[in-house]
Nanobody
Framework: VQLQASGGGLVQAGGSLRLSCTASGRTFNSYAVGWFRQAPGKEREFVAGLRWRDGSTLYGASAKGRFTISRDYVKNTVYLQIDSLKPEDTAVYYC?????????????????WGQGTLVTVSS
């Protein structure tokens, strides 16, 4: 599964971004899709995840309230909406797929990863 994360960029604090994750050549089917982020000098952390089959979601502790994960069946895309951006949200954001449809916060449970998209928030 080849994943493509996009939608990052430079944005001022307080702004919003919507990141997209698509899969080349196949649908997300019965998979789970997770968003992770890695800030400079920090470990990669779980942000949010979604089970494609029923749309159920899970959010990481740092993501509650300003992050929304969603899916579009027609476009075969998973989105991560980030509102009220803060400088500490600056990171590379990755999407990943878990083939068994289990949304988990653990990186090593995901089977495929996209290349990441950089989000930079200026103060």
């Amino acid at each position: 599964v080849q994943l493509q994360a996009s939608g990052g960029g430079l944005v001022q604090a307080g702004g919003s971004l919507r990141l997209s994750c698509t899969a080349s050549g196949r649908t997300f089917n019965s998979y789970a899709v997770g968003w992770f982020r890695q800030a400079p000098g920090k470990e990669r952390e779980f942000v949010a995840g979604l089970r494609w089959r029923d749309g159920s979601t899970l959010y990481g502790a740092s993501a509650k309230g300003r992050f929304t994960i969603s899916r579009d069946y027609v476009k075969n895309t998973v989105y991560l909406q980030i509102d009220s951006l803060k400088p500490e949200d600056t990171a590379v954001y990755y999407c990943a797929v878990e083939l068994n449809g289990v949304v988990t916060i653990y990186m090593d449970q995901y089977d495929y990863w996209g290349q990441g998209t950089l989000v930079t928030v200026s103060s």
